[in-house]
């Protein structure tokens, strides 16, 4: 049973551009969460999809905007990218966006933007 | 505002002994917390977890204790192994969603 893939591993942009990561969820989920670890910090929220669209938001600019497929699949977009934007980002996918529902993680894209 | 708080940025336990990690929030709408453990260079694992209904969760040699008075849980894991050395979170979601939020994480290091 596959878990969570996301793809690339590692990306390194630069200020200004845009980006993209991919996530793949677990067989039979069908909600997809997005993350931001910053070193030295937890994941904090960025948005999280459910039925192709966004439920929930965190506290994230405009900047980052993402998307989901009919076969569950996720991609996350961020434009204009700036120094601070450089982190790993966490794809999560759960059997529903119900509450009490655990997430389970992939093993992360390493964003470094220069 | 950090919601999700973890006082301890590490912890160091003897192989065979308790280790005891703690964790703290302040949002009295969190109903639902659950412990990730995390290896260098992979994702969050899912570790146990637990609703506000309960005060108490078992699982092998982890458990989760919730004080919601206190608004603070814990986890233990008894006895530890060199191979629970990780970073573990701590998470907390509402009732409205399936949004967690983490604390800053724990590194744990059972020494042989």
């Known amino acids: 049973d596959a878990g969570v893939t996301q793809s690339p591993t590692h990306l390194i942009k630069t200020r200004g551009q845009q980006v993209t990561l991919r996530c793949s969820p677990k067989?039979?989920?069908?909600?997809v969460s997005w993350y931001q670890q910053a070193l030295g910090q937890g994941p904090q929220f960025i948005f999280q999809y459910y039925e192709e669209e966004e439920r929930q938001r965190g506290n994230f600019p405009d900047r980052f905007s993402g998307h989901q497929f009919p076969n569950y699949s996720s991609e996350l977009n961020v434009n204009a990218l700036l120094l601070g934007d450089s982190a790993l980002y966490l794809c999560a996918s759960s059997l529903s966006p119900q509450p009490g529902y655990e997430q389970y993680f992939g093993p992360g894209t390493r964003l470094t933007v220069t | 505002d950090q919601q999700v708080k973890q006082n301890s940025p590490s912890l160091s336990v003897q192989e065979g002994r308790i280790s005891i990690l703690n964790c703290d929030y302040t949002n009295s709408m969190f109903d639902y917390f659950l412990w990730y453990k995390k290896y260098p260079a992979e994702g969050p694992t899912f570790l146990i977890s637990?609703?506000?209904?309960?005060d108490k969760n078992e699982d092998g040699r982890f458990t989760v204790f919730l004080n919601k008075s206190a608004k603070h849980l814990s986890l233990h894991i008894v006895p530890s192994q060199p191979g629970d050395s990780a970073v573990y979170f701590c998470?907390?979601?509402?009732?409205?969603?399936?949004?967690?939020?983490f604390g800053t994480g724990t590194s744990l290091t059972v020494i042989p």
């Open positions: 067989s039979g989920h069908d909600t």
């Open positions: 998470a907390a979601s509402g009732n409205t969603g399936n949004q967690f939020y």
């Open positions: 637990i609703s506000s209904i309960k």
